[in-house]
């Protein structure tokens, strides 16, 4: 029998530890791809954040080494700096990078790091059971935000893509989302890109993914889906922010 | 090859680049700012990398990055500074990852003073950040000392894959001295087979990581990995310098700069006919326990003296096991110990005043 779909060489045989309809695993798939497209599993390097994500060092089949909470960045400036000729990339979720992490985010990307930076945006704490994140939309609940998200207690919700996208060494810099099949695609497409400009030595590149969180959103899969497009997309615009070319 | 006169903190960077040291990740922080200067002029004529990090949380965690691709790399700071890379260490103590840090420190607690200070003896020995770990630290006395001990932390720290620790104060960075690059003793240096360079395709991945998340896991992890060598360290790398310690009246106790100002005292005590001794850690941790088994009974007391309110005296109590009393001198946020009153202290603990 001819097999017409297989595991990608990008991940090990490892089983996710993800909540059923997370959608971690589809953009941990992605990347794997991408890795094994552009062959160069063997020498990339990938650093692991702290957050739902943190095991991704037993998913992806490379070397990868696990940062301290939103240090992804930093860690992989030091990788980089020592190898510049692998294939260097984080993978971080909205409380790593958009909370405690900014400062390594903001100043990788101003340097210019020749890194690619994937970063998964769920609107909320996973890992830690569902507090409020930087990215937690106005009134969405949250076990920290009870009440919903109010603006003028915590303020809005952090767009680290646009914001990001005002600093020169971010070379590339786009929004995606997995909430469904076209959107998966083009997901793939950011995610190839951002690879190939670090690949290049043209700079910093980002891809800020939309993604779902459906156990601590109180939702199914499917309604955590619909959500996403409904809630998410019109306060995270998705598009390219930034393409080198353009950025001169 | 001949004495130069250098700068501490340049002999610091000077000492590192000749171990091989290629990477430094530092941010600027008082009275320190020399040696991350220094790498900055010199690294790139050997082809090494100095970047300065947005903050010592980035730099400590770049050399994290660094050290786990397999590279020699190099931090420093000074004791505020020092307090915000305590995360890191923590990461790369429990990663097991090779590196050196050094701490010039100076007086606290806060932003403190700029002065030279020992107020971080605490924080470098007994582990800044969290969970059960320990580094090699050194405290050298001289510059000369200070660019042999930065040489061999680097062996020390591939050797047992550790971060290593050098820990001098405002005065070991700022004064000059002549110093000579020698040639270490080789160790035998075990491959660094489990660094992220890529597997090219020829192995299985490499994982840096400190995080275990069974419990039995992570107190294997601690005991087997970690204690085990902790105890070898305690076993073979304990460095300290003893002076008349046997049938002394009285021994002190004393490191790095301060040792030197104690030396002076002692000399004076000695003119007027006191026996006096000295004990020097070289190694705070681990801290030369053994030597105070060589205090006899005729010795009347022991003298700690210390620019802090009194830190390295409590393992000074833990290795004299309250066979004798302990006493302590110290001055704190920058002033340094006046030798006349050392003497007087001497005098009175021998005189059976205290």
Redesign the interface.
Known sequence: MAVVFDRTKGL?SKIFHYCPGCTHGVIHRLVAEVLEELDV?????G?APVGCS?FA??Y?????????HG?AP??????????PD??VFTYQGDGDLASIGT??I??AAH?GEKITTIFVNNAIYGMTGGQMAPTTLIGQKATTAPYGRDAEHCGMPLKVSEMLSTIDGAKFVERVSVHNASNIRKTKKAIKKAFEIQLKGEGFGIVEILSTCPTNWGMTPLEGLKWLEENMLPYYPLGNFRTPGEVE | MAKILMKGNEAIGAAAIKAGCNYFFGYPITPQNELPEYMSRELPKVNGCFLQAESEVAAINMVYGAAGAGARVMTSSSSPGMALKQEGISYIAGAELPCVIVNIVRGGPGLGGIQPAQSDYYQATRGGGNGDYRHVVYAPSTLQETVDLVMEAFDVADQYRMPVMIVGDGMTGQMMEPVEFKELKKRELPVKDWITDGTKGEREPNIINSLFIDPQELEDHVNDRLEAKYRIIEEKEVLYEEYNVEDADVVCIAYGTTSRIVKNAIAECEAEGLKVGLIRPITLWPFPHKVFDKITDKTKGLLTVEMSTGQMIDDVKIAIAGRKPVYFHGRTGGMIPNPNDIVNEIKKIAGGEK
């Open positions: 090990t599993l063997g020498k990339a390097v650093v943190v060092y037993d992806f089949n490379c070397d990868m080494h696990e940062a301290a240090r930093a860690v992989a400036t030091g990788i980089k700096r020592v190898h692998s294939v400062a390594e903001i100043h340097r």
